[in-house]
Antibody, heavy 118, light 109 residues
Framework: EVQLVQSGAEVKKPGESLKISCKGS????????IGWVRQMPGKGLECIGI????????RYSPSFQGQVTISADKSINTASLQWSSLKASDTAIYYC???????????WGQGTLVTVSS | QSALTQPRSVSGSPGQSVTISCTGS?????????VSWYQQHPGKTPKLMIY???KRPSGVPDRFSASKSDNTASLTISGLQAEDEADYYC?????????FGGGTKLTVL
């Protein structure tokens, strides 16, 4: 059974750094793109970017380029999303999802709630 | 990068049909046959309903259908049921990334 299990909720202050993770199981993790999707409170879905764990090639949506870093470690079947300096506007639920055929998300993680507040 | 354009809300009575549009551009919807649709109930994870413009994953009722013409994709839900009330998002490949629509809230009256 394909599963994506994300790390737990985080509460951080503005300016702090953060790395959240997404561990895949039940399939060959290195062979499928993983995407990160943001959902701000009461708002819609936004694709942050995608990564291919096989070679760690990452691609970012223009709005998120330079704002976050996506990485992957295929040896531990884990993808990550990190910030070097959080802002209050980063408060959101972040989902990871498997990208099948590089074109659609078929399996989703449970989401990680990130709250940034002073 | 602009989000795909969806109506903020649509509504219909049980048994009726509704259609949700998703308008993009010649950089995404218009050039790629890689439009997908997701259903999200409040507090839940998004669920894939349609992929590659018209295909339904196993387990998705055939009441859900979709199409695309030029820069606009559409999702039609026929025989509306109470459990269809949710937010719906379209998504398109856009070259090196994917772009979502703003979402449509479906209300079953």
């Amino acid at each position: 059974e394909v599963q994506l299990v994300q790390s737990g909720a985080e509460v951080k202050k503005p300016g702090e750094s953060l790395k959240i993770s997404c561990k895949g199981s039940g399939y060959t993790f290195a062979s499928y793109w993983i995407g990160w999707v943001r959902q701000m409170p009461g708002k819609g879905l936004e694709c942050i970017g995608i990564i291919y764990p096989g070679d760690s090639e990452a691609r970012y949506s223009p709005s998120f380029q330079g704002q976050v870093t996506i990485s992957a470690d295929k040896s531990i079947n884990t993808a990550s999303l990190q910030w070097s300096s959080l802002k209050a506007s980063d408060t959101a639920i972040y989902y990871c999802a498997r990208l099948l055929g590089g074109t659609f998300f078929d399996y989703w993680g449970q989401g990680t709630l990130v709250t940034v507040s002073s | 990068q602009s989000a795909l354009t969806q109506p903020r809300s649509v509504s219909g009575s049980p048994g009726q049909s509704v259609t949700i549009s998703c308008t993009g551009s010649s950089s995404d919807v218009g050039v790629y046959n890689y439009v997908s649709w997701y259903q999200q109930h409040p507090g839940k994870t998004p669920k894939l309903m349609i992929y590659d413009v018209t295909k339904r994953p196993s387990g998705v009722p055939d009441r859900f259908s979709a199409s695309k013409s030029d820069n606009t994709a559409s999702l039609t839900i026929s025989g509306l049921q109470a459990e269809d009330e949710a937010d719906y998002y379209c998504c398109s490949h856009a070259g090196n990334y994917l772009v979502f629509g703003g979402g449509t809230k479906l209300t079953v009256l």
